[in-house]
């Protein structure tokens, strides 16, 4: 059994990145499912499948690199928030990530979106990850 099933699907997105994998299989859940859809919308992965043929099913992620460069879009994937230490951000302290370059995506009451988003939404929530 896994104790964090956000930072197992993490560093799985981390060590496909540092490998050079194009697709990453990973064990679905339904925060797994909307933190893939957030990384889809903002422009960091390239596309996703879910696979639910299976009791649990999987979501396969096909990572994005630059075609020039071969450099991958997410740079830097790190879990803020943990099992034993939960934090948590309301409207006027929403983290920023790298200045506004970068993304934290919030478990919030309406959903998983990104602390842009919560802030126009005027919701707070528990700050998931830091992507850029």
């Known amino acids: 059994m896994n104790t964090d099933p956000i930072a197992d699907f993490l560093t799985r997105v ?6 050079n994998h194009r697709v990453v299989e990973i064990p679905a859940s339904n925060i797994k499912k909307e933190i893939t859809k957030v990384l889809y919308h ?9 696979d639910d043929s299976s009791v649990q099913g999987t979501i396969k992620i096909a990572l994005k690199y630059n075609p020039a460069t071969k450099m991958p879009a997410i740079t830097k994937l790190e879990r803020v928030s943990s099992p034993g230490l939960r934090k948590y951000a309301d409207v006027e302290n929403m983290p920023r990530v790298l200045s506004g370059l970068g993304i934290a995506i919030l478990s919030t009451s309406k959903g998983v979106m990104t602390e842009k988003e919560a802030k126009a939404q005027n919701v707070g929530g528990e700050v998931l990850c830091h992507v850029y």
Do not use: E, P, W
């Not at 981390?14 to 490998?19: D, F, S, V």
């Not at 903002?42 to 879910?50: E, L």
């Open 14 to 19: 981390r060590n496909a990145i540092k490998a």
């Open 42 to 50: 903002k422009g960091y992965i390239q596309s996703y499948r879910f």
